[in-house]
């Protein structure tokens, strides 16, 4: 069964530090990776994806995610955290199984403390 | 370009009842999506039309349908509500039927089912 899970449900870090939100997922076809950031009382705004190409990936707001195929894995970075960045994340993979679906992983909350 | 509305903002109903939510895409894009946000949980597909014919569907009941119209906004409807039916309900719109462009999204329509 496809699936996505999102290591740690609230991550806390100090502004300036590294920021890393961890997902792994589980598909029997080739995933397309996208992370999302949700603020409150908001829709999802896209960050970043993968489909084809380079496995590193750059998106809005300094972040970047990796899609490594042997760990199953395409966890989001940022190399200093700023306020502005405290929000909920969301790791989703879209599969083509003979029809197009979206899966969302539950989430994760980030914390900034200044 | 404006982005993806969607109507009402926030709707109250009676167990058993039914109920129509709306949602206009971004300008151009051809694709529409409906997920379901339960409080503290990621966004759970519900289904996609790609030029009014459905295209993808997750695991969700026939009670649980839609349209997308000539002009690409769409409807989720909703029959015999439960109590479980209360919601964040989110549509999002995305320029190709693969989605893999990502997905641009509508800050919801919260549904409280009594």
């Known amino acids: 069964a496809q699936s996505v899970t999102q290591l740690g449900s609230h991550v806390s870090v100090s502004e300036g530090a590294l920021v890393l939100l961890r997902c792994n997922y589980s598909?029997?076809?080739?995933?397309?990776l996208f992370w999302y950031v949700q603020y409150p009382n908001q829709g999802l705004q896209l960050l970043l994806k993968?489909?084809?190409?380079?496995?590193l990936v750059k998106g809005i707001n300094g972040f970047e995610a990796e899609f490594k195929k042997s760990e199953t894995s395409f966890h989001l970075t940022k190399p200093s955290a700023h306020m502005s960045d405290a929000a909920e994340y969301f790791c989703?993979?879209?599969?083509?199984?003979?029809?197009?679906?979206?899966?969302f992983g539950a989430g994760t909350r980030l914390f900034v403390k200044a | 370009e404006t982005g993806v509305t969607q109507s009402p903002t926030h709707l109250i109903k009676t167990r058993g009842q039914q109920v129509t939510l709306r949602c206009s895409s971004q300008?151009?894009?051809?694709?529409v999506s409906w997920y379901q946000q339960a409080l503290g949980q990621g966004p759970q597909f519900i289904f996609q039309?790609?030029?009014?014919?459905?295209?993808g569907r997750g695991n969700f009941p026939p009670r649980f349908s839609g349209l997308q119209f000539p002009n690409y906004s769409s409807e989720l409807n909703v029959n015999a509500l439960e109590l479980d039916d209360s919601a964040l309900y989110l549509c999002?719109?995305?320029?190709?039927?693969?989605?893999?462009?990502?997905?641009?999204f509508g800050s919801g329509t919260r549904l409280t089912v009594v």
């Open positions: 999002a719109s995305s320029l190709a039927e693969t989605g893999l462009e990502g997905y641009t």
């Open positions: 598909s029997s076809v080739p995933p397309y």
């Open positions: 993968y489909t084809t190409g380079a496995t």
């Open positions: 989703a993979v879209t599969l083509n199984t003979g029809g197009f679906k979206t899966i």
């Open positions: 300008s151009g894009h051809n694709t």
């Open positions: 039309y790609y030029r009014e014919e459905e295209n």
